[in-house]
């Protein structure tokens, strides 16, 4: 083999081309490599080297052909089998990913991180109770690393043992104190579980111990707004926003946590304010977090006797219709033509760009229907109700606007126990963050039977993603009683 002469000692080359490639300068290390190839004779560490700027590249086939011949030639090489568990994962080749991992544990059994990857490799082959075995001993070997414990909680809480979840963080906090991040997680994990009390505290006790981090602070608002403490909400959003003023979505929550009267609904300058401002990334956000109330909806009104059969149904009144996602979700359906209804001038400019509406008003719901003499036989709210805690107003108003057997579909948010068990409010709704207020289903059911109205199904979605967790919701479909005036 020809060799060419350099001063360059070429482990240190060998190092250096590792510390580009860890910093993302793939485009440096390449070249280094190839003068490295023509300095030295083959070695599992320049194999290593090649197969990681191949999978960094995304030429997963030229990283397995690396691979395969450098485990060829040095067998009892662990970075290797790790580095091939990696590609193989890549290529969707769990078993052959798990064999490589159980491979790096054997020839090094003190590695945390081979140890991991087995765990995620096992957790890909949907065997739980062997990944949380595998990460725990990758906690066990580097106590000190958030992912590997973030992973075994994950894994735990998925299970249903939300305690041993918490534990590894919290023992985590223990051992590394000054990591936020370990402290957000066991934060998240509380709020998850409905643990508010408990999501507050640790947050406080970051708080006393210096840590200044908007995530944090963020949390804190979330689990004490939660707790039905919507002032002290309003000043740790507060101090969020402060730790993160270009936030737009922290800019939103110090809004919505600005005191609410609890009146039993939102006021309409609170609504206008917070949806105004929301309004150019309310879509990206609610998409983001699985907002699944307009495709519900749908599914409801297929069921709607006319629109089965293909008949029109329409036309449909849109209650609280924002930038237009219910309408947008049901438009193929033989119901239009559609008016909405919204408090937010913002949220229905974007309405407007669809061009899916023949009116859109702007004005309270409760207002409009009041004033609007107009009867339909289909009126929508969706995500709505949620800015109201009494209901008996308004489904009193609906009752009068819609024609006899017509149908009033809209959604809310179920109220949940906390995790010690008391459920929050007055038995029939509360108010919770960002001035939404959950319900009870008996009192919504009651509510719409003495307005007038036959149930005719409850659907129970989850609305959206929140903090991590699912919000689960309540779908009414409620048909106008004939009879009345
Ligand atoms: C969460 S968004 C839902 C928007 C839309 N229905 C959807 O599913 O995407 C709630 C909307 O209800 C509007 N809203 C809340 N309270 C209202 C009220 N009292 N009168 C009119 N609009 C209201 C807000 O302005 C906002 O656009």
Redesign the pocket.
Known sequence: MDMIHVTADPAALQSRAAELIAAGRQEAAQPLLNAIRLLVPPSAEISLIGARLALDRGAVEDAMIELDSGIAAFPSHAGLRKCRADARQRMGDREGAARDAAEAVFLDPADPRAKAILGAAMLDLGCPAEAAACFAEAVAGSPEDIDYREALSAILEKAGDSESALLVLTDGIEICPASVAMRNAAILLCVRRRDFVQAARLAETARSLGIADACTFGLKGHALSSLGRHDDAAIAYREALKLGPEDPYVRHLVVSSNTMPDSG??P?GY??T??DGY?DR??SH?ISLG?A??GAIRTILKTHPKIASGLAAGPVL?????????TLAISDLPVGPFTG????PG??AHARAKHLYAELRE??????LATHPRRWPLI?????L???GALEELLDLVRQRLEPYGWFVF?VEKILPDHDGVVPGNGSWALHRQGRYAHAEDYVYEAVCAAGFRVLRIDRPIIRQEAGAPVPGLLFAIERLCHDS
């Open positions: 609904r939102a309409d609504v206008r917070v949806f309004a309310f879509e609610l907002y109330i307009p849109d209650l609280g219709c924002g930038t237009g996602l219910a209804v919204d408090l937010s949220m229905l004005g309270d719901i409760i207002a409009d929508v709210a969706a995500d709505v949620c800015y109201f959604s």
